[in-house]
């Protein structure tokens, strides 16, 4: 089949899922995207970009975009020439989590909405996420005074499924017991936004170094030119402990670090998935992951108890255990590595492409 994907924020997860689908698709995929700035201006109008870039939409067999397009103006302009349309939701404008003084725009929360009914076929990223995604929907709806289209939270309801994203793995056999530091490494690698909830993880560090516990540490993770103060407060405090400051640009170096990596972390509060952690955890670090979001869903149940925390004092214990005795957690790297292997592009995009092909 001939697939057109369009991708209105090509940056960041979004290009990364954009690249392994066409890289590992069997049918012929072309894409056309835009820049990953000005989100809020992509929403509005990346469908009306679109729509005079591409001039023939039937040529291709299906259409594959994402959550930032609005598919109603990109339908309502180009009527019947679209083909099938399948929209893949990384995230939504309706329950991402708010910095402090911003206020939420509910004509970009419709657009998700009616976008989504609009779609032949909807894919989300996790359980976790298309919950919140319908919750969040049936609480806007209920907002207008009258005449509230209800049907349409049915409709998405229908006509979704959870498809978990691909993630690019390199080939070969992991050596879990060449870990190159001599204090454990505990790997971050989230982006530097308020989201991924920094100063409970800092806070827990400071504690951590009264203890005189060793670990170093790799704050990784993509950063914009104005980032939280906190973290060169962070660079200071844990001076002795850092190795790694910084958004890593080359893949193969940043994958060198998740090698040498003993721990990856995550106190977020938004995740709809997290291939920073599957990435992490493919290589043989073990993860600490709130008991929450998408994370109970990468981790097998056996294993619950042992790598997700419920409070920041749970948090500081498991973390301190696993400092301490981190050669005796062998078993949960090997384990966990192997399972993460489900979700290499390799094995997923059989999905992708029998979906696509239904359509």
Known sequence: MKVLFLEPFFGGSHKDFALGFKNNSCHEVSLVTLPDRFWKWRMRGA?????????????????????????????????????????????NQLSYPLAS????????????????????????????????????????????????????????????????????????????????????????????????????????????????????????????????????????????ETVVFGYVESKDKYISWLKKGAIVVSCAIQENFGISVVE????????????????PELIPDDLHHKVLYKTKKDFEKKLEEILINYPAHLFIQKKLSRHMEQFSWEIMVKQYDDILQSL
Not at 162 to 186: H, N, S
Not at 202 to 221: R, T
Request: hydrophobic share 40%; charged share 30%.
């Open 101 to 240: 003084r911003q206020k939420r725009d509910s004509n970009l929360s419709f657009i998700n909405i009616v976008s989504a009914a609009a779609a032949n076929k909807v894919l989300f990223n996790s359980k976790f996420h298309f919950s919140d995604f319908i919750n969040a929907a049936i609480r806007l709806l209920k907002q207008m005074p009258d005449a509230r289209p209800e049907w349409m939270v049915e409709k998405i309801r229908q006509n979704t499924q959870v498809v978990y994203p691909g993630c690019r793995f390199e080939t070969g056999v992991i050596d879990f017991k060449k870990k190159a530091l001599e204090k454990p490494l505990i790997i971050w690698n989230h982006r530097w936004d308020h989201d991924k909830n920094f100063e409970f993880f800092f806070d827990v560090l400071s504690s951590l170094k009264e203890k005189n516990i060793p670990f170093s540490l790799a704050l990784m993770g993509e950063r914009f030119k104005k980032f939280p103060d906190i973290f060169r407060q962070a660079k200071e405090k844990f001076k002795s």
């Open 280 to 295: 992490a955890v493919r290589y043989g670090c073990i993860p600490l992951l709130p008991d929450r979001l998408s994370y």
């Open 47 to 91: 469908a009306l970009y679109f729509v005079d870039k591409v001039k023939n939409l039937s040529d291709y067999d299906a259409v594959f975009t994402t959550d930032m397009l609005n598919l109603a103006d990109l339908q309502s302009l180009k009527g019947k020439k679209i083909p099938p349309v399948l929209m893949y939701f990384h995230e």
